[in-house]
């Protein structure tokens, strides 16, 4: 391709089809989130090299669809797979939400949502459940090569890393994306305005189709955007329990803005025409909006769906952690589990990627700014937010 990369979506569709030989989307529209995408990119990406990263993305995106609603066809009995209360862990990021399902799936009966089945959801060709899929040893280099990246001391993954839900959400062209479109418009008013109760169907049935390609017996899934999604997620999952994570805003949100800087760069190339105080008000607001529609909904609920934990518990005493989600869910915690979550924890103590160095100050906040936006969080006794 010449010239700066274009964000046609018939032109992405097209070259999608041809990579893949299919044309059928699926019942779930997604269209209209497809354009809405593609004009943000093209408004705020304009490093040539990020826009082709963003349009190759896109295009990887609606192949994998096309690729997944053609192995709903040819395995129908995939639809006959039980999710059974899956438990999702939410909260605000970088609150320890990623810690604890790591914890979590150490345990032999607890399934994750693997990154590389985040990135390959469709299985290969011909290949029979349980079977090791032929680009899972690819992905796992790659991931290795920039294993001690600055990213990997914010976000550290591999092949086997339990991945945020967001990444499966992408398929629907609905959902936070990468993170970071998030706080750009136009996607940031749409996606504000969207009932998110189909793009939790669609996440089921993809949790379906891994669950027959790799059975699980209980579910734990994350992310920080089911925040906005309680009352979808108990309309699609009616059994569906909840893990909440808390932390002091001021830590988490000079975080999570270094975080999205690193992910727009990774993804979006140069940005530097973008203001950044701008986009840490956007990323201030977000996640005070996500907690207030959070415990909106949480409080038309029942108490007992919902565990509470703060980041510093977790850090200081993760089993303690452990053992209360076991014991407000009914789960039976093995000794088998319990020396696997022991392992664990001996093998990736704090920091062990490097640590995450950030300001405030280079995204246009203070603490007096995040402290009086998320007051009615601070204030409430009710969380367990103390660093």
């Known amino acids: ?3 700066t990369p274009k964000f046609s ?3 992405l569709i097209g070259e999608a089809e041809g990579q893949t030989g299919f044309n059928d989307f699926g019942e779930l529209d997604y269209r209209e989130g497809l354009v809405t995408l593609l004009k943000t990119y093209d408004r705020n990406v304009l490093d040539p090299i990020g826009r082709q990263r963003c349009r190759e993305r896109v295009v990887m995106q609606l192949a994998t669809r096309l690729k997944c609603e053609n192995a709903f066809r040819e395995h129908p009995h995939v ?3 039980d999710i059974v209360a899956p438990i999702f862990v ?5 609150s320890g939400t990623s810690a604890l399902i790591n914890l979590l799936v150490a345990a032999p009966d607890n399934r994750g949502l693997l990154q590389w089945e985040c990135q390959f959801p469709d299985p290969w060709p011909g290949s029979a459940p349980g079977q090791q899929d032929p680009r899972y040893p ?6 290795e090569e920039r294993g001690d990246s600055d990213f990997a001391k914010i976000h550290y993954v591999d092949a ?6 967001v990444l499966l959400h992408a398929y629907a062209f609905s959902g936070v994306q990468l993170g970071f479109e998030i706080m750009l418009e136009p996607y940031r008013s749409w996606l504000l305005q969207q009932d998110l109760t189909p793009l939790y169907r669609y996440q089921k049935r993809l949790l379906q189709l891994l669950n027959w390609r790799n059975p699980g017996r209980q579910w734990v899934l994350k992310a920080p955007a089911h925040m906005w999604g309680i009352n979808a997620i108990r309309t699609v999952f009616p059994d569906a329990r909840f893990v909440w994570c808390h932390r002091d805003p001021v830590a988490v949100i000079a975080s999570i803005n270094s975080m999205n800087s690193a992910v727009m760069a990774m993804y979006a190339g140069d940005c530097s025409h973008l203001d950044a105080g701008q986009i840490g008000h956007a990323v201030m607001e977000w996640y005070a909006r996500s907690l207030e529609r959070g415990f909106e909904q949480r409080e038309r609920l029942s108490p007992e769906l919902f565990i509470d ?10 089993l303690a952690v452990v053992e209360r989600v076991y014991g407000a869910f009914n789960m039976v915690l093995s000794d088998k589990a319990r020396a696997c979550m022991q392992n664990h924890i001996a093998s990736h103590p704090k920091d062990k990627h490097g640590k995450h160095v950030y300001d405030l ?3 246009g906040l203070t603490t007096h700014m995040i402290e009086e936006r998320f007051r009615f969080y601070i204030e409430d006794d009710r969380w367990p937010i103390s660093d």
Request: a negative charge.
């Open 9 to 11: 979506a018939d032109e």
């Open 90 to 94: 939410t909260g605000l990021p970088r």
């Open 309 to 318: 934990c703060s980041q510093r518990e977790l850090a200081d005493r993760p």
């Open 160 to 165: 086997d890393t339990p991945e945020e839900c």
């Open 361 to 363: 100050a280079d995204y």
């Open 138 to 143: 690819f992905l796992v280099q790659a991931l």
């Open 79 to 81: 639809a006959e797979q």
């Open 1 to 3: 391709m010449t010239g």
